[in-house]
């Protein structure tokens, strides 16, 4: 990451430091780590998803469980949906006004592939030798690698996991209920629901009419109506 005018913000580091080195490796593959986590957790809901989708929609033809069943699948459709949504690959490059990679641009990780696969081979070495001239320039490529990769992670992975395990859960929570609600202890919850909303309705109408009975009390005209 560059301020303006190309000035490296880490040219006041000083160089040949171990800590600089061993927390910037640290950091590295933290980010590494995290995003072998992320993947291996979308394919582990993806590839329970997939299962009990199927099995949800191959047994709709039971009664007893047609409409838990057709919950669930609609909860693991969108955990598939979402999980599927974190792993697809993020290759986004900055781009100038005609639409070319903008080689200028702060956001510009000559250490990314979805960035320089954009250039000729030998711009690509062109600014890899810039990158390794000084330290400061190799801290300033690797601080920009973390950050693009906190980024993805942060804003695309583990935002649609959280999401496909919610989707998950939520559908499996919506399905219990429904199957709970279809039995005899669901009719007479709904039987309860039913009166208690019967109840408010009638404490509303009252409340209304005694509000009604005052206004008019307070006007003239109504009153000798």
Same mark, same amino acid.
């Given at each position: 990451i560059k301020m303006s005018g190309d000035k490296n913000i880490f040219n006041k580091v000083p160089e040949n430091r171990t800590a600089v080195d061993n927390i910037l490796r640290v950091n590295h593959g933290n980010q590494m780590r995290l995003n072998l986590m992320a993947d291996a957790k979308a394919n582990i809901m993806i590839t329970v998803a997939s299962? $009990?989708?199927?099995?949800? #929609?191959?047994?709709?033809?039971?009664?007893?469980?047609?409409?838990? *069943?057709? /919950?669930?699948?609609?909860?693991?459709?969108?955990?598939?949906?979402?999980?599927i949504f974190a792993i697809i690959p993020k290759t986004d490059y900055p781009k100038d006004v005609t639409g070319d990679i903008d080689r200028k641009s702060p956001l510009f990780n000559p250490l990314f592939f !979805?960035?320089?696969?954009?250039?000729?081979?030998?711009?690509?070495?062109?600014?890899?030798?810039? /990158?390794?001239?000084?330290?400061?320039?190799v801290y300033d490529a690797m601080a920009g690698d973390i950050y693009g990769q906190g980024k993805v992670l942060a804003l695309r992975k583990y935002k649609f996991l959280k999401w496909s395990y919610m989707s998950f859960?939520? !559908?499996?929570?919506?399905? #219990?209920? $429904?199957?709970?609600?279809? !039995?005899?202890? !669901?009719?007479? $919850? *709904?039987?309860?629901?039913?009166?208690?909303?019967?109840? #408010?309705i009638g404490e509303l109408n009252f409340t209304l009419d005694g509000m009604k009975y005052l206004l008019c009390q307070s006007s003239t005209v109504c009153r000798t109506l």
């Amino acid at each position: 990451i560059k301020m303006s005018g190309d000035k490296n913000i880490f040219n006041k580091v000083p160089e040949n430091r171990t800590a600089v080195d061993n927390i910037l490796r640290v950091n590295h593959g933290n980010q590494m780590r995290l995003n072998l986590m992320a993947d291996a957790k979308a394919n582990i809901m993806i590839t329970v998803a997939s299962v $009990v989708f199927s099995i949800a #929609i191959a047994n709709l033809d039971n009664e007893l469980v047609k409409w838990p *069943l057709l /919950t669930f699948a609609f909860g693991c459709f969108f955990a598939l949906l979402f999980a599927i949504f974190a792993i697809i690959p993020k290759t986004d490059y900055p781009k100038d006004v005609t639409g070319d990679i903008d080689r200028k641009s702060p956001l510009f990780n000559p250490l990314f592939f !979805g960035h320089f696969a954009h250039l000729p081979i030998e711009e690509y070495k062109e600014d890899y030798a810039e /990158t390794l001239m000084t330290d400061d320039s190799v801290y300033d490529a690797m601080a920009g690698d973390i950050y693009g990769q906190g980024k993805v992670l942060a804003l695309r992975k583990y935002k649609f996991l959280k999401w496909s395990y919610m989707s998950f859960l939520l !559908g499996m929570i919506s399905a #219990i209920i $429904v199957f709970v609600l279809q !039995g005899p202890f !669901g009719d007479v $919850v *709904l039987d309860g629901a039913s009166n208690i909303l019967d109840v #408010i309705i009638g404490e509303l109408n009252f409340t209304l009419d005694g509000m009604k009975y005052l206004l008019c009390q307070s006007s003239t005209v109504c009153r000798t109506l």
